[in-house]
Each structure stands twice: as C-alpha cells, then as structure tokens.
C-alpha cells in the first residue's frame, strides 16, 4: 500500500477520503435494516425490513467500530489528549474496512449459492456491498497512523480485571452463536466476522493491551477462562449435536496438549502418537464391562484411568528407550512405524490370528458410560433450569483433565526439567555440555506425553462407546500433529485453537469434507513456509524460526522486558 | 527345502522392490540429511504415470510379447519415470528448497504436508482425466504379454515373470547407479556434496543441481519400483506409497541411510526377512497378518545394536 499512494497525496486528499469512507460505513450500517436476499433459505432468513436477523445485526460491529475510527478524529488532536496516539485510528480503520469487505462478500456469495444466482441478491445485499466497497476504497487513502501505544497505558487493576471478564464473556456468547450456525453459509460468514474484529482489535492495540492485563492478572485469566468454560454447556439448552462436538474437541485437545509437550517442548516429532491414546482406549475398553471385554478384571474407573496411562506410557519407554539414543530424525520414522506395529497387532489379536484380546477389527464396542462415585455420565441432568446431556458430562469430565495438563504443562515449562527440555531443542550438543541428562529428559517427555495420550484415550473409549483398531491409524496422527503446528508449538493457548479449529471446521463444513485431507497437506506445507511458529507464536519458537530477522530479535526482547516483568522479580527485565 | 527356496524367491523380488525405493531415500538423506517422507508417494505416483501412458497409448491389451516388451513396457517405464521425476522436482522446488535452512522438524512437516496432498490430489482428480478411471479405489494395472501371469518352473521352484522383471530391474540401476556415481561427474559431486556440502560449494560444485540430481535419481527408481508392483500385484492404488515408503525406509536404515549399496543390501535383507517370517515363526505370530509387524520390529532392533546400519561406517548423530 505504502508503495502504491505517496504520503503526499494520503495527506492531501485525507479529507475527502474521510468522508467517503465515512459513507461507506454508513452505507454497510443502514443495509443491515434492509433485506439482503428474496428467499428465506439463504442465510438465518435476511429478508426482513427494518428487523435485522441475528446474524445480520452482526454486521453493525465491524462498521460501527470503523465509523468510530473514522468519526472521532474529527474532535481534533487537543482534545484527544493522550489517545490521539495511543490508538492507531486510521491504519485499524483500514483493517476494519477490508475485513468489512471481505465478509460482505462471503456473505453475498453465500446467499448466491444457497439461492442459487447473484439474482437473489436484494437492494440491503447490494448497498452493502457497495458501502463496504466504498470504505474499502477510502481507508487506504488516509495518512498512516503510527504505530498504537495502547498497550503502553498505565491502568488500574480493576480496569484489567474487567476487561479480562468482558473478552470470557464475550468469547463464551460468540462461541455459542458460532456453534448454533447450523449451515455453512452463515458459519463462515460469522467466522468471518469474528477474524475481522480480532484483526482490528489487534491492530487497535486493544489484544496487546488484554495480553498485558492477562500477565498480569493470571489467576483471573485462568478462572475466567475455567468459569466460561464450565458454563458453555448451559448456553446450549441441551443440544447434544454441538455437545457432542465440544466433547470431542477436548479430547482432542488433550491429546494435542500432550504431543506439544513431546514436539513443542523438546522438538521431539513423535508420528505415532495416535497409538498411545488408542493403548489407554483399549486399555479402558478391556477392562470396562462391556460385554465384548476379554478379561474378567473390572476396576472402577479411576484405577482404569491409571493402569491406561501406565499402559501408555511403558510403550513410550518401549519405544522411545532404543530411538531417543540415535536422536533426531529416526523418531520420526521409528513412531510411525509403532503407529502402524500398535494399529496391526490390535487387528490381529483376535483369537485367529493371535490371541483373543481385541476382537481384531470389529473392536470391543458396547463399553457402558462411565460411573463415577454413583455418578452416572450417561443420564442427563437438569441444572439450573437447563438439561444437561450425556456429552455434557464427558465435556466437563474432559475439562478437569485439560485443567490438569495445563497445570502441568506451566509447571514444568518454568522449571527445571522444562528449562532443560528448551534446551535440548535448540541445541542438544550444547545443552549436553552443559550438564543437562539429555536421554533421560527426553524420555520422560515421551512416557510423560504417552501418560497424557493414555488418560484422554480411556475417558475417550467411554465417550465414544466403542474402540475399533481403525480409529487410531497414522492420519490421526498427523491430524494431532497439524494441531500442533497450526495453532502455535509449545504454547497451551495455540494447541487449544489449533485443536478446535481441525475438530470443528470439518463438522460445520461438510460440503467440503471430499477436499479435507487435500487441504491439510496444502496447509502443512503452506504453514512452514509462512508461518511455521503457528497462529500463537511462542516466542523462543518465533525466534528459532527466524534466526536472521535482526529486527523480530529486537521486538521481542523488548516485549519481554516490557511485559513480562512480573516472571523476572528479582530483576527489572529480562536479558535474552 | 524347497519351500526355503520359494520364500527366498519370493523374499528377493520383494526385497528388490522395496530396494529400488530405497536408494531415493539415501540419495536425499545423504545430501541434504531430509528424510523425505513423500517419497513413498513419488513411487505411488510413478505406477499412475505408466498408467496413464497405457492410457494415452489407446489402452493396448492385444499385443504379441515381442511388442509388449520392446515397445509398450518400455513407454510406460518412461511415461512413470518422467511423472514421478517431475512431481518430484517440484515439490524439492517449491517444497523443500525455501526450508533448506529452517529448523530441521519445517522440512519434516512438510514432507508429511506434500505426502498427504499428493495421495489426495490423485484420489480425487485422477478420475477426473476424460477417460480415466477413478482413483478412489484400486485401479487395475494393465498386464503386459510376456510378463504377466507367466511363471518360470525351476524344481519345485515357481518363480513369476513379474518377479524376474523386479528383480532385473533392480540389478541394471545397481549398475546404473554404480557408473553414474563413479564414473560421471554429476554422481561424483554428489559423492562430494555429501561428504562436505561446504567444501564441495568451494571446489566450485553447483550444490542446488546436486540435490536436484539427487531427487531425479530417486524418484527414476521409485518410478521402476512403482510399475514393478503394478506388474507384481495387478492393480495400484493412491495408499500404496504409504507402507512401501515405510518399509523402504526402514530397508535404507537397515543399509545405513546415505549408503547407496547399504539401500539394495537393507532392502534385500528386509524382503527375505518377512518372507521367511510368515513361513517360518511357528504358530499364529506366522500368519502373514504380522510380517508388517516383524518388518518394524527389525527396524527397532537394527537401531538398538548397530545404529550405523548394516553397511554404514560412520555413525549417526546428526539431530
């Protein structure tokens, strides 16, 4: 863009582009109270004058916020005091046009697909469009804002806190409008929507200024966070088809947040990982009282958990005893061949061509859900007014396990094992020099890892209520893997979206479930060209992944010394 | 005994298939130190290149052996050799030359990337050539007069033509393999790139040709592997670079990876070992349902003892 209009001419013509833009926004704001298509089909139904429908009034937000950008500037520099700089006005209003932009757009082409023809498109869809357009041509024409200093603004505790509460808050109402979108079409509109006001939020300063306040306030963060998440299921009115896709998100994740620790954290790249969770899965089914369990040993689930991780991870010792010595690149291969040795043996234990263990490759199904104390995981409850299901329970139960790994995870990043761990991934030579036990610091990354795997994959055999030998094969492993890489290496945070993001999208966009795996392979490829330190980026990784990028080295020590003083006490920043 | 001998026959043409795949693996690794796990997928995608040039040749069934064999064989190894060179050259290019100095799990990740994405990409857009049939699920590899169904009886001994052609197919590129890097100047600065890719850039080696030559090399052979299965099995399939690409890999650790004759040994070795497993483990762990097993499992042992491999000297630590 810089190269594109000289700073001259954005300075010269700043008034009139304001303007135009302005009406752009105007424009996107007054469609909304116009109907945007003729049939009833497309969308939630926007075809109504002067009553938006739900997710039509979504549309309000990302105008309304570039309207304020473009409109308060007006009161002059003077009056502004501090904010005239502290907020990047018109380099957010640009963002916020072009994801205006963007989203109409898909809106628009979701509207003529589901009504098939650009003819259905009515009077609001165009007005729309050509509002968005119009900002989308005015902003870029605005002088430059420098960079925002919102971040940098002193404020009180109490302000910090409620911010924190207000951006759960808010996270728990979008996810549960984005999960009740039931077609396409409105669910990638509205995901749309959401990356639009993240991206200008970003820009605006306001994510930076959370993460501060976040550091800052940990313990509220996590509350928070743990208090929104247990009150999802009750925004649900006992819906058990977005239960149920919650429940299996979070196993996922589980699974996910165990592998970052063996490739986020120590760099191991473990491709057989699936094979763990699916040892606790049959650990679990074996010694549930499913009628096709093979052994007469039925413990309570709590011994069952323990005995699947145990299961899980002495196959990690197994395995990882003889290929952690030859380091490197032999893990990967050596994992993957585990992967196919675990997903064969468990076909093959079935009386016929082994002993009877497994049922071979019907699997042991009819696993009765988990009773926990007297308390029944399949039976629905009602609290507070709402019903809550049987997915419910494995989604809350899932979320103890996730609370747990991460207690776990952030204990062991800041300590010395997890400090050694760093090290070895970035030098193992050097790291060994320096007095680190390299082989077995590795090796308890992977039966630790191989424990997590365990544990999730006993509470999944009871969730799924059946294990079959084919649930657990290599894709599955680089499903995990790809939540991974996606989301952000070595951060908890990254894992989560990442792990949500390939759980959900496939369940919202069946139309493109032929194209899923295709997608994926681009994606990985893609992702390590452009941004292989992921969605969230830890900031070792970052660095790692950019060694020469002098100036990237700079803004993170800053940010570092800047932000995260509160881990350094004893000094006053933190030299890389 | 003579099942002995039958299984050693059997073991050999499949060790030989598993070989050919092989030597792309340590070419690559020992050049550029990438285990390039797409590579499985480049052999899978040289039996659809011979396919296709079956295809495009108006699907010929009723040739007499002399013209299968001087003729049509020879188009279709070409036509699988220049697809599998191709896609292979393009995912170096594009895939893993930007990540060549990037940590080492990018280019690991991507290989898994491009493996993912070329297994779909055939799955899904094969069918979609006018006239071809879809990919979705095995596809029928054509026989070839001369080749096909034909057993050559050696005492209690049967040996298939298939068999004979793997088998052929690997000892002329050992051949091959041995003038080109010993005798030509591309195969002696390959030598050299992978004894010291510095020094090799200053005696003045284009060290980006090298790879690139590494690369054509491997995905050649992978290519004669690929017709060689469709030959042996009678039909293809967009998953069967998977577990070759597996086994072939675990044949070049067997080897020692970066060793081009420790590649057909590993692979021979590996071959005969699952063929006398599933003939002579006694009792259920013989059935053939657990040669994979066994496959693995001499991996995991070749690395506990003698990590170096069978004919590797120097020993492996690079992270």
Excluded: C
């Excluded at chain 2, 070049?252 to 021979?268: D, K, R």
């Amino acid at each position: 863009m810089k190269a594109l209009i000289s700073d001259e001419t954005k300075v010269r013509f700043r008034l009139p582009a304001r303007v135009v833009s302005v009406v752009g926004a105007l424009a996107v704001i007054a469609s909304v109270f116009l109907p945007w298509a003729y049939g009833h089909e497309a969308l939630d139904d926007v075809t109504f004058t002067g009553a938006p429908s739900p997710l039509q009034s979504f549309f309000l937000l990302l105008p309304g916020l570039v309207l304020l950008l473009l409109v308060v500037p007006f009161l002059g520099k003077q009056r502004l005091g501090r904010f005239a700089k502290a907020i990047a006005w018109n380099t957010s209003a640009r963002t916020g046009s072009l994801a205006t932009l963007a989203t109409v757009v898909i809106a628009l082409a979701a509207i003529a697909i589901e009504l098939k023809g650009l003819i259905n498109i009515e009077i609001g869809g165009w007005v729309a469009f050509g509002g968005a357009l119009l900002a989308a041509v005015g902003t870029p024409l605005l002088p430059d804002s420098p960079e925002p200093t919102l971040d940098r603004v002193k404020t009180p505790k109490w302000a910090q806190i409620v911010g924190i509460v207000a951006m759960m808050a808010a996270v728990l109402f979008l996810a549960s409008f984005a999960l009740n979108q039931t077609d396409a079409g409105s669910f990638l509109t509205f995901g749309a929507l959401l990356v639009g006001v993240v991206l200008v939020l970003r820009q605006l300063g306001v994510l930076g200024w959370l993460s501060i306040a976040a550091a800052n306030n940990n313990r509220v963060l996590v509350l928070s966070a743990f208090v929104v998440a247990y009150a999802f299921p009750f925004t649900q009115n006992g819906s058990d088809a977005n239960m149920s896709i919650a429940s299996q998100v979070l196993i996922f994740a589980a699974a996910a947040l165990g592998l970052n620790i063996v490739v986020g954290l120590v760099g191991l790249l473990d491709l057989g990982y699936i094979a763990f969770l699916g040892a606790g899965a049959f650990t679990a089914a074996i010694l549930s009282e499913s009628a096709f369990s093979t052994v007469d040993f039925h413990p309570p689930f709590l011994v069952t958990v323990l005995i699947s991780g145990v299961v899980a991870s002495l196959l990690g010792l197994l395995i990882g005893a003889p290929t952690l010595r030859v380091s490197g690149d032999y893990l990967a291969i050596v994992t993957l061949a585990f992967g196919e040795i675990f997903r064969i043996t468990m076909n093959n234990l079935d009386g016929n061509d082994g002993p009877n263990l497994t049922n071979g490759s019907n699997g042991i199904s009819g696993i009765p859900d988990l009773n926990f104390l007297g308390f029944d995981f399949g039976q629905a409850h009602t609290i507070f007014g709402v019903e809550i299901g049987r997915f419910a329970n494995y989604y809350w139960l899932m979320l103890m396990v996730i609370a747990l790994i991460i207690v776990v995870f952030m204990n062991l990043n800041y300590s010395r094992i997890g400090r050694g761990w760093v090290a070895i991934r970035e030098d193992e030579l050097a790291a060994e020099a320096m007095g680190v036990n390299t082989f077995a610091l590795k090796l308890l990354a992977f039966a630790g890892g191989a424990f997590l795997a365990g544990v999730a994959g006993a509470v999944k055999a009871h969730h799924d209520v059946s294990v079959t030998p084919d649930q657990y094969v290599f894709l599955e492993s680089a499903f995990l893997l790809a939540a991974v890489v996606l989301g952000g290496m070595g951060t908890v945070m990254g894992v989560l979206i990442g792990a949500t993001i390939l759980k959900l999208l496939p369940e919202k966009l069946r139309f493109f479930s032929e194209y899923r795996l295709l997608l994926f392979g681009l994606l990985m490829i893609v992702m390590m060209q452009f941004r292989p330190e992921g969605i969230i980026a830890d900031e070792r990784r970052q660095l790692e992944f950019h060694g020469e990028d002098e100036q990237l080295a700079e803004e993170i020590e800053e940010e570092l010394i800047t932000h995260h003083t509160h881990l350094f006490p004893e000094r006053k920043g933190f030299v890389l | 005994m003579e099942l002995f001998f039958q299984q050693l026959v059997n073991g050999t043409s499949l060790g030989a298939l598993y070989a050919l795949i092989a030597v792309g693996y340590t070419v690559v690794y020992g050049i550029v130190q990438l285990i390039n796990f797409a590579h499985g997928e480049i052999f899978m995608v040289g039996a659809f290149g011979a396919f296709a040039t079956w295809m495009v040749l108006g699907q010929p069934t009723n040739w007499g052996p002399a013209a299968s064999l001087m003729i049509l064989l020879p188009l279709m190894l070409l036509g699988g050799i220049a697809v599998s060179v191709t896609v292979a050259l393009l995912t170096e290019r594009f895939a893993y030359r930007p990540l060549r100095n990037a940590p080492r799990l990018a280019p690991l990740i991507t290989a898994i990337g491009v493996s993912v994405f070329l297994q779909e990409f055939v799955r899904l857009f094969y069918g979609r050539i006018p006239g071809f049939p879809d990919a979705k699920s095995a596809v029928p590899f054509p026989s070839i007069a001369g080749i096909s169904g034909e057993i050559i009886q050696i005492g209690g001994v049967t040996i298939q033509m298939p068999a004979v052609f793997t088998i052929g197919a690997l000892a002329i590129s050992t051949v091959f393999l041995w003038f080109f890097v010993n005798r030509s100047k591309t195969g002696r600065a390959m030598v050299a790139t992978s004894q010291d890719p510095d020094t090799a850039r200053l005696m003045g080696i284009d060290v980006d040709k090298v790879i690139v030559a590494a690369f054509a090399v491997g995905a050649g052979l992978a290519a004669l592997a690929g017709v060689a299965h469709g030959l042996s099995y009678g039909n293809i399939d967009f998953r069967m670079g998977f577990l070759a690409g597996l086994k072939a890999f675990t044949a070049a650790v067997l080897g020692g990876i970066g060793n081009i004759n420790g590649a057909v040994v590993g692979g021979l070795v590996l071959g005969i070992v699952e063929a006398m497993a599933t003939t002579f483990i006694p009792g259920q762990f013989g059935s053939s349902a657990w040669k994979d097993v066994w496959a693995f499992a001499l991996l995991i042992l070749v690395l506990v003892f003698r990590p170096q491999g069978l004919l590797g000297a120097k020993v492996v630590d690079r992270a």
